[in-house]
């Protein structure tokens, strides 16, 4: 792992690709109005009768503020009341969801993302996990990992000793850029100081970890300023760190309208971003996980990638991939065996569908024996950077070559390439490939021919 990324500016040039992130095979795009409730009753009762572990994902959807560069699914409004029948719903579906659950399947991972999560006030906080421990097996002995996405301008001492108290072990933090400059262009205002002060929080109440998330390619950055910024992170130690690119898509994503194109940084100085980013995160020890994501040698990712035990699904890189995820509030994403289902990503109609008692469910995928075959061969590669056809082809009952015999040639290209070795055993990311690993996946995804590819990010 000690050489993971070798830069090659030429090879990334011919493969930088818009192309997905592979949170899940197929991805989201391919999610139908097909699969509805009664899908979704149904994997319940098979993950209730396997007695499978869970992963919890709660959706908070409220922010005070409106970041321009956001893709999430959130509410902007100032009126905290309005998180209050958004958790009455919300409960309800708590309740839905556990009563065809076993009482025994540990929830080993839990997660609150948004939105901003610390909108709610702390009542609320402490309401909303009551409701989850009644209903779910969380664990009490810190052994879980339970984490929160915070904004630093929504939390303080008191905020993170209540987070720390109701069980989390894990922060991430929203952090992007620090340059005064480059947060007005953003509208997202937020001191060194408000973020200092938040992890010194978490470290003295002893968080487990602590994840920083920047963007590089917004407006106003350069790469001199973007490289003090990245200074100033790793000057806060914190274990893992998110380095994403900034994909300006304002046809899809109204609030990235206010961004001024005129003001991006050119490829060519993103580039220069990415690559002083690396150079900086590998001198200060960092480790390149895959897809964004570095993490110091010691953190469970890092040793998750060493013992081949990573995993990849909707919450990232994680190392609980075994377990069934469970996706509560609007928009939340759930993934129980081979299904897919995502609930509905209107407020009013996620809130009026459970006021009726039902669930909001309204599209998802169950996937079929190809999609579970391409599934696990992008999943190693992500993940691991190589393949063992053999592990494939027994899991499968299939010959790999004889399967994706019409991949053959683009393989072979690649290889040429330098990006991937390839032999009649496995294929291996190499280390000017890692950052393209996305590019080398999409050719095993069956479905990336009839989607339009500016609904995705480009690789850098």
């Known amino acids: 792992m000690l050489d993971a990324i ?3 500016t030429d090879l990334i040039r011919r493969y930088d690709l818009s192309g997905p992130r ?12 097909q699969v509805g409730t009664f899908d979704l009753f149904h994997a319940l009762r098979d993950s209730r009768k396997a007695l499978r572990p869970l992963s919890v994902y709660v959706h908070v959807p409220f922010c005070a503020n409106i970041c321009y560069y956001c893709a999430c699914n959130k509410v902007i409004t100032k009126d905290r009341g309005r998180a209050l029948p958004y958790l009455q719903r919300l409960e309800q579906e708590i309740q ?12 080993e991972q839990l997660h609150f993302g948004g939105g901003t999560p610390t909108f709610l006030s702390h009542d609320e906080l402490r309401q909303l996990m009551a409701q989850l421990r009644k209903h779910f097996n969380l664990l009490d002995d810190d052994s879980g990992d339970y984490g929160i996405e915070i904004d630093p301008r929504e939390a303080d001492w008191s905020t993170m000793g209540l987070l720390r108290e109701l069980g989390f072990n894990r922060v991430s933090i929203g952090l992007q ?47 001199e300023n973007f490289a ?30 206010r961004i001024n194109s005129n003001e991006l940084p ?33 953190d469970e990712l890092a040793i998750a990638q060493e013992e081949s035990t990573l995993q990849r699904n909707f919450q990232g ?52 024996a190809d999609d579970r075959l391409r599934r696990a061969v992008i999943q190693q590669l992500i993940c691991h950077f190589s393949l063992e056809f053999v592990g ?61 590819r500016q609904r995705f990010s480009r690789v850098i």
């Open 6 to 8: 070798r830069w090659d």
């Open 22 to 33: 592979y949170t899940s095979y197929p991805t989201a795009v391919q999610f139908n109005s």
């Open 96 to 107: 839905l969801i556990a009563c065809h659950l076993d009482p025994t399947q540990k929830v």
């Open 177 to 223: 850029d620090l340059d005064p400059a480059v947060q007005r262009a953003v509208n997202r205002l937020q001191s060194l100081e408000e973020t200092r002060a938040v992890i010194d929080a978490a470290r003295t109440l002893q968080f487990r970890s602590i994840n920083i998330d920047l963007i590089y390619g917004l407006p106003c950055q350069t790469p």
């Open 228 to 257: 003090h910024t990245v200074d100033e992170v790793i000057a806060l130690q914190p274990d893992r760190l998110s380095v994403f690119n900034y994909a300006h898509l304002p046809e899809r994503f109204m609030p990235q309208r």
């Open 266 to 298: 050119t490829p060519a100085q993103k580039l220069e971003m990415l690559q002083g980013t690396i150079e900086q995160l590998t001198k200060a020890g960092y480790r390149y996980i895959g897809m964004d994501h570095f993490a110091l040698p010691d």
């Open 317 to 368: 890189y994680t190392t609980h991939g075994h377990c069934d995820l469970i996706g509560l509030g609007v928009s939340a994403i759930s993934q129980i065996g081979d299904l897919y289902c995502q609930n509905t990503s209107d407020l009013n109609l996620y809130q009026n569908t459970l006021a009726s008692a039902q669930l909001a469910t309204n599209r998802g995928l169950l996937c079929n």
């Open 392 to 452: 494939i082809e027994q899991a499968f009952n299939i010959d790999f070559r004889g399967y994706f015999s019409e991949l053959w040639p683009q393989l072979q290209e690649m290889a040429k390439d330098g990006l991937i070795e390839l032999d009649s055993e496995r294929i291996t990311v190499l280390p000017a490939g890692r950052l393209l690993v996305r590019s080398v996946c999409m050719v095993f995804d069956a479905y990336l021919e009839q989607q339009n």
